[in-house]
C-alpha cells in the first residue's frame, strides 16, 4: 500500500503500471474501509484517487482491469449473502457549485422541463443499512454490501437509536438510512474499547462499522441511525417521505439543525448546501456532504436510476475533516492552574483548507488510551474553529520504526513534582507553579533585573508562602527572607537592596515583567513611550491600544482582557510605588527620516524614561539598529538595554535594516546588517561612536 501523503495529489497516470498501481491501491482501502471502517487513505485522497483512475481509464478504455473500483458500488469491495430487496445504489459525486450546475441543467435536459422542487439534506458519514420491518416490528437490519446482497447484522439493532424495535404504525416497510456515531457515542466507544484492552477506533465511521459487524462484545456501544428512504411507502415525495419516516417514529435528520430542506430554485439549493455547510463544525455527528435530490416523484421516476447511483440524486462533496498524517512528536505546556497538558507536533497537513501542524491531545490518559506512538500515522480532525485532535493512529500502518511517547517526569516549567492522581496531570504548586515562573521572568534581566533571585530563591519564596505573586516582592521584609534556608544576613541585605533598586525601574520594565501575552521588551516600550503611565496604559481601551505601533485589533482585545486579569496586582505594585513613575506621553514624534513610515515611528520615538523633549534628544527622529557585538562603555548592556538607550535618546529601536534605517551600530562580527546598511547608504557607527553620542543618556 502506497503511503497516503503519495496518493493524495491527483496527478495523472502516466503509465499502465501506474494505473495497475492506482487500481491497486484502490481495491486495498476499499475493502478495509468496507470491512472495518479503517482505511490508510483519508476521504478526500480516495475520492482523488478514483479520479485519476477514471480519467486514465476515460483515455484507456481497452486497458480497464476487472477489479477497477469505478462504476462499482463500495467500490467493488463489500460482501453480503443477503439479497436486497431493491437494489441499494450509491450516489455520484460533485465536487464545486459549476459541477453541481452542470448537474442540475443534466438532468432537466434529460426530464425535459424543470425539476418541480429539490431536497436538500446532509451526507451523512456513516453506513448505510436497510431495517425491514414486518407489521411494524423489526425483524432484520441488512449493511449495503455490494448493493445486491448484504449482510445480516440484525444482532446490533438494539444498540442503534433512531431504530426502534416498534415502529408506531404496523406496517410492512424497509427503512433506509445511514447508521453513525456522534462524536460523544465515538468517545464513549473509545473509552470502553480501552478499558477492555481493545484497540481505539481510527474515526467515528470506522467505529459504526466496527460496531455494526461485531458480535458478543463484553460492552455496549451505542449507535445513531438517520432514514433518508424507504422501500414500500409508494407516492410520496422526498420531503413528504422523510416527514412519514418521522412519524413511524424513526430517527431523520430533520431533529437536526443540519434538517432537509425542500427548495424550489437552484439558488435556494445554493444556500442550504453553504447553511448545512457552516453548520457542520457544530453539529455533533460527521456529514461529509450535501445530497441534493429532486422531490417529485414523478421527476424522480422520470429521470430512473443507472447501474450505481439514481439520476436524480447527488452529493455535492464536502472536504474531509479527517487526514492522516505523522505524529512527529508530543510537547507538553503548563497552563496558568499548572494543568500540563501534551500537545502533538504533526507532518503539517491541510484539513478543510488549513494548515494543521498541531492538535491536542486533551490529557496523558488520552494517549496511553489511544495507544498513539511517535512516528504513527494518525488520523487527525479539524472542523471549522474547533482545535484539531488526533483521533487514533493507523495501527496497521506501523513499520516497526515507531517510538514511545515519553512522558515528562517532573513539571516542564519548574521542575517540580507532577500530581498524577488525576486524568489532567498537574505541577504540585498549582498556580504557584505559574507563580514560581512568572517571578522567574520579572526578576530577569530585561525585566526587573533583581540580582539575587533566581530559581533557587523563587522557588523558596513561593514554597514559604512569603510570594503568591510580583507584587508580594516588595512587601518582603529582612526578617522574613532570612527564615528561609541558606539565606544569611549578607544575602538578604542584598536581596532587599536589589528589590529597592527594582521599584525605581522604569515603565517599560515594570510592564514588561507582568508577562502580558503579546508584549515583550520591544512591545513594552512602545507602550511606555505611548502612554507615559501604567494609569494610561491601564485606561486605554482596545481601540486606544491599538494605536500603539504593532498592536493590531485582536491583539489590543488580549492585553485589555489580560490587564483586566491582573488589575488586583496593579494595585498593590501601584501601592508599593512600582511603575508609578510618570512621563510625557507622545502624541507623534517627527519622521525625519527620508521615507520614514510615520505611522509606525510616531509612538516610539521619545525618550520615555528621561522625561527630555523628543526633538532635542540626540537621536530624535532616527531609527537605529544595533548589531554584532557591543564594546566599550556598550560592553557590559544586554541588546535589550542598547535599544532602551536609543529610546531614551530619542531614537526608534529596530532589529532589523531597512530603507527607513538611519543609523547602524555596528559591533564585532555584524555581518549580513552591515553589508545590508552599506548597501543601502545607511549611516554605520561603531559602539564607542555611539557611546559619545548618546554619553548624556548613558548614565
Ligand atoms: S440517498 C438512492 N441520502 O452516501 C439514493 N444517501 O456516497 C441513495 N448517504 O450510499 C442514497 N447521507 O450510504 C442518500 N442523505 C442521504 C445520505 C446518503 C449519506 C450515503 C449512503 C449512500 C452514500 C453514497
Same mark, same amino acid.
Request: include cysteine; charge should be negative.
Given at each position: 500500500?502506497?503511503?497516503?501523503? =503519495?496518493?493524495?495529489?491527483?496527478?495523472?497516470?502516466?503509465?499502465?503500471?501506474?494505473?495497475?498501481?492506482?487500481?491497486?491501491?484502490?481495491?486495498?482501502?476499499?475493502?478495509?474501509?468496507?470491512?472495518?471502517?479503517? =482505511?490508510?487513505?483519508?476521504?478526500?485522497?480516495?475520492?482523488?484517487?478514483?479520479?485519476?483512475?477514471?480519467?486514465?481509464?476515460?483515455?484507456?478504455?481497452?486497458?480497464?482491469?476487472?477489479?477497477?473500483?469505478?462504476?462499482?458500488?463500495?467500490?467493488?469491495?463489500?460482501?453480503?449473502?443477503?439479497?436486497?430487496?431493491?437494489?441499494?445504489?450509491?450516489?455520484?459525486?460533485?465536487?464545486?457549485?459549476?459541477?453541481?450546475?452542470?448537474?442540475?441543467?443534466?438532468?432537466?435536459?434529460?426530464?425535459?422541463?424543470?425539476?418541480?422542487?429539490?431536497?436538500?439534506?446532509?451526507?451523512?458519514?456513516?453506513?448505510?443499512?436497510?431495517?425491514?420491518?414486518?407489521?411494524?416490528?423489526?425483524?432484520?437490519?441488512?449493511?449495503?454490501?455490494?448493493?445486491?446482497?448484504?449482510?445480516?447484522?440484525?444482532?446490533?439493532?438494539?444498540?442503534?437509536?433512531?431504530?426502534?424495535?416498534?415502529?408506531?404504525?404496523?406496517?410492512?416497510?424497509?427503512?433506509?438510512?445511514?447508521?453513525?456515531?456522534?462524536?460523544?457515542?465515538?468517545?464513549?466507544?473509545?473509552?470502553?474499547?480501552?478499558?477492555?484492552?481493545?484497540?481505539?477506533?481510527?474515526?467515528?465511521?470506522?467505529?459504526?462499522?466496527?460496531?455494526?459487524?461485531?458480535?458478543?462484545?463484553?460492552?455496549?456501544?451505542?449507535?445513531?441511525?438517520?432514514?433518508?428512504?424507504?422501500?414500500?411507502?409508494?407516492?410520496?415525495?422526498?420531503?413528504?417521505?422523510?416527514?412519514?419516516?418521522?412519524?413511524?417514529?424513526?430517527?431523520?435528520?430533520?431533529?437536526?439543525?443540519?434538517?432537509?430542506?425542500?427548495?424550489?430554485?437552484?439558488?435556494?439549493?445554493?444556500?442550504?448546501?453553504?447553511?448545512?455547510?457552516?453548520?457542520?463544525?457544530?453539529?455533533?455527528?460527521?456529514?461529509?456532504?450535501?445530497?441534493?435530490?429532486?422531490?417529485?416523484?414523478?421527476?424522480?421516476?422520470?429521470?430512473?436510476?443507472?447501474?450505481?447511483?439514481?439520476?436524480?440524486?447527488?452529493?455535492?462533496?464536502?472536504?474531509?475533516?479527517?487526514?492522516?498524517?505523522?505524529?512527529?512528536?508530543?510537547?507538553?505546556?503548563?497552563?496558568?492552574?499548572?494543568?500540563?497538558?501534551?500537545?502533538?507536533?504533526?507532518?503539517?497537513?491541510?484539513?478543510?483548507?488549513?494548515?494543521?501542524?498541531?492538535?491536542?491531545?486533551?490529557?496523558?490518559?488520552?494517549?496511553?488510551?489511544?495507544?498513539?506512538?511517535?512516528?504513527?500515522?494518525?488520523?487527525?480532525?479539524?472542523?471549522?474553529?474547533?482545535?484539531?485532535?488526533?483521533?487514533?493512529?493507523?495501527?496497521?500502518?506501523?513499520?516497526?520504526?515507531?517510538?514511545?511517547?515519553?512522558?515528562?517526569?517532573?513539571?516542564?516549567?519548574?521542575?517540580?513534582?507532577?500530581? =498524577?492522581?488525576?486524568?489532567?496531570?498537574?505541577?504540585?504548586?498549582?498556580?504557584?507553579?505559574?507563580?514560581?515562573?512568572?517571578?522567574?521572568?520579572?526578576?530577569?534581566?530585561?525585566?526587573?533585573?533583581?540580582?539575587?533571585?533566581?530559581?533557587?530563591?523563587?522557588?523558596?519564596?513561593?514554597?514559604?508562602?512569603?510570594?503568591?505573586?510580583?507584587?508580594?516582592?516588595?512587601?518582603?521584609?529582612?526578617?522574613?527572607?532570612?527564615?528561609?534556608?541558606?539565606?544569611?544576613?549578607?544575602?538578604?541585605?542584598?536581596?532587599?537592596?536589589?528589590?529597592?533598586?527594582?521599584?525605581?525601574?522604569?515603565?517599560?520594565?515594570?510592564?514588561?515583567?507582568?508577562?502580558?501575552?503579546?508584549?515583550?521588551?520591544?512591545?513594552?516600550?512602545?507602550?511606555?513611550?505611548?502612554?507615559?503611565?501604567?494609569?494610561?496604559?491601564?485606561?486605554?481601551?482596545?481601540?486606544?491600544?491599538?494605536?500603539?505601533?504593532?498592536?493590531?485589533?485582536?491583539?489590543?482585545?488580549?492585553?485589555?482582557?489580560?490587564?483586566?486579569?491582573?488589575?488586583?496586582?496593579?494595585?498593590?505594585?501601584?501601592?508599593?510605588?512600582?511603575?508609578?513613575?510618570?512621563?510625557?506621553?507622545?502624541?507623534?514624534?517627527?519622521?525625519?527620516?527620508?521615507?520614514?513610515?510615520?505611522?509606525?515611528?510616531?509612538?516610539?520615538?521619545?525618550?520615555?524614561?528621561?522625561?527630555?523633549?523628543?526633538?532635542?534628544?540626540?537621536?530624535?527622529?532616527?531609527?537605529?539598529?544595533?548589531?554584532?557585538?557591543?564594546?566599550?562603555?556598550?560592553?557590559?548592556?544586554?541588546?535589550?538595554?542598547?535599544?532602551?538607550?536609543?529610546?531614551?535618546?530619542?531614537?526608534?529601536?529596530?532589529?532589523?535594516?531597512?530603507?527607513?534605517? =538611519?543609523?547602524?551600530?555596528?559591533?564585532?562580527?555584524?555581518?549580513?546588517?552591515?553589508?545590508?546598511?552599506?548597501?543601502?547608504?545607511?549611516?554605520?557607527?561603531?559602539?564607542?561612536?555611539?557611546?559619545?553620542?548618546?554619553?548624556?543618556?548613558?548614565?
Amino acid at each position: 500500500m502506497k503511503d497516503a501523503a =503519495t496518493m493524495a495529489s491527483p496527478a495523472a497516470l502516466a503509465s499502465p503500471d501506474a494505473y495497475a498501481d492506482a487500481v491497486a491501491t484502490a481495491v486495498r482501502a476499499a475493502a478495509a474501509y468496507y470491512a472495518d471502517g479503517s =482505511t490508510p487513505l483519508g476521504d478526500d485522497e480516495y475520492d482523488a484517487l478514483v479520479r485519476t483512475i477514471e480519467a486514465y481509464e476515460a483515455g484507456h478504455p481497452a486497458e480497464v482491469l476487472p477489479d477497477s473500483p469505478t462504476g462499482k458500488v463500495a467500490g467493488g469491495a463489500a460482501v453480503g449473502d443477503v439479497p436486497h430487496s431493491v437494489p441499494m445504489l450509491s450516489l455520484d459525486n460533485v465536487f464545486s457549485a459549476e459541477e453541481l450546475e452542470a448537474w442540475a441543467a443534466g438532468l432537466e435536459r434529460r426530464l425535459g422541463r424543470p425539476v418541480a422542487a429539490w431536497c436538500v439534506e446532509p451526507k451523512l458519514d456513516g453506513l448505510a443499512v436497510a431495517a425491514r420491518y414486518r407489521a411494524g416490528r423489526l425483524t432484520t437490519l441488512l449493511t449495503r454490501g455490494d448493493g445486491l446482497a448484504g449482510e445480516d447484522i440484525t444482532h446490533a439493532a438494539d444498540a442503534v437509536l433512531g431504530l426502534p424495535q416498534r415502529l408506531a404504525e404496523p406496517v410492512d416497510v424497509e427503512l433506509r438510512g445511514e447508521v453513525l456515531l456522534t462524536q460523544e457515542q465515538f468517545e464513549h466507544a473509545n473509552a470502553v474499547r480501552t478499558e477492555h484492552g481493545a484497540t481505539p477506533f481510527a474515526h467515528p465511521r470506522s467505529g459504526a462499522a466496527g460496531t455494526l459487524r461485531a458480535k458478543d462484545r463484553p460492552y455496549r456501544v451505542e449507535l445513531t441511525f438517520f432514514a433518508y428512504g424507504a422501500v414500500g411507502l409508494p407516492g410520496l415525495g422526498h420531503s413528504a417521505l422523510l416527514a412519514r419516516l418521522a412519524e413511524l417514529g424513526a430517527g431523520t435528520a430533520a431533529a437536526t439543525a443540519a434538517e432537509p430542506r425542500r427548495c424550489t430554485t437552484l439558488d435556494e439549493v445554493r444556500q442550504r448546501i453553504d447553511g448545512i455547510a457552516a453548520l457542520r463544525a457544530a453539529l455533533p455527528f460527521g456529514i461529509d456532504g450535501v445530497v441534493v435530490k429532486a422531490d417529485a416523484v414523478a421527476d424522480q421516476e422520470e429521470a430512473g436510476s443507472g447501474s450505481r447511483a439514481p439520476r436524480w440524486a447527488v452529493a455535492r462533496k464536502l472536504k474531509a475533516q479527517h487526514k492522516v498524517t505523522r505524529l512527529l512528536a508530543v510537547e507538553w505546556n503548563v497552563g496558568r492552574t499548572g494543568i500540563i497538558a501534551p500537545r502533538a507536533v504533526l507532518e503539517p497537513v491541510v484539513v478543510d483548507g488549513v494548515t494543521v501542524t498541531y492538535a491536542t491531545l486533551h490529557n496523558p490518559a488520552d494517549i496511553e488510551r489511544r495507544g498513539l506512538m511517535l512516528g504513527d500515522q494518525v488520523f487527525v480532525y479539524r472542523a471549522g474553529d474547533v482545535i484539531p485532535r488526533v483521533e487514533a493512529p493507523l495501527v496497521d500502518e506501523r513499520t516497526g520504526a515507531e517510538q514511545p511517547i515519553e512522558f515528562p517526569q517532573a513539571c516542564p516549567r519548574c521542575g517540580d513534582a507532577i500530581d =498524577t492522581s488525576e486524568q489532567r496531570w498537574r505541577c504540585v504548586r498549582g498556580r504557584g507553579c505559574q507563580a514560581v515562573a512568572s517571578i522567574i521572568y520579572a526578576a530577569g534581566r530585561d525585566q526587573l533585573d533583581i540580582e539575587g533571585l533566581g530559581r533557587t530563591r523563587a522557588v523558596q519564596l513561593v514554597e514559604a508562602g512569603l510570594v503568591a505573586d510580583l507584587a508580594d516582592l516588595f512587601t518582603l521584609t529582612r526578617e522574613q527572607l532570612l527564615t528561609l534556608d541558606r539565606m544569611g544576613d549578607t544575602s538578604a541585605d542584598n536581596l532587599i537592596a536589589a528589590l529597592g533598586a527594582a521599584r525605581s525601574q522604569p515603565l517599560n520594565r515594570v510592564f514588561c515583567a507582568l508577562g502580558i501575552r503579546g508584549t515583550g521588551r520591544t512591545m513594552s516600550r512602545r507602550m511606555a513611550a505611548h502612554f507615559g503611565s501604567m494609569a494610561a496604559i491601564r485606561a486605554a481601551d482596545a481601540e486606544a491600544l491599538a494605536g500603539v505601533a504593532g498592536i493590531g485589533v485582536e491583539k489590543a482585545a488580549v492585553i485589555v482582557a489580560e490587564l483586566a486579569d491582573v488589575a488586583g496586582l496593579l494595585d498593590r505594585l501601584a501601592a508599593q510605588g512600582v511603575g508609578t513613575a510618570v512621563t510625557a506621553p507622545v502624541v507623534a514624534a517627527p519622521a525625519t527620516a527620508p521615507g520614514a513610515d510615520t505611522g509606525a515611528e510616531a509612538d516610539t520615538g521619545t525618550e520615555a524614561d528621561t522625561g527630555a523633549a523628543g526633538a532635542s534628544a540626540p537621536l530624535a527622529g532616527q531609527s537605529v539598529v544595533a548589531t554584532g557585538t557591543m564594546t566599550g562603555p556598550l560592553a557590559k548592556l544586554s541588546r535589550n538595554e542598547v535599544n532602551e538607550l536609543i529610546e531614551r535618546a530619542g531614537g526608534k529601536a529596530s532589529s532589523s535594516v531597512s530603507k527607513r534605517t =538611519t543609523l547602524l551600530v555596528a559591533g564585532e562580527k555584524a555581518g549580513s546588517k552591515r553589508a545590508k546598511a552599506e548597501e543601502l547608504g545607511v549611516r554605520i557607527v561603531s559602539p564607542e561612536e555611539f557611546a559619545e553620542l548618546v554619553a548624556e543618556q548613558l548614565v
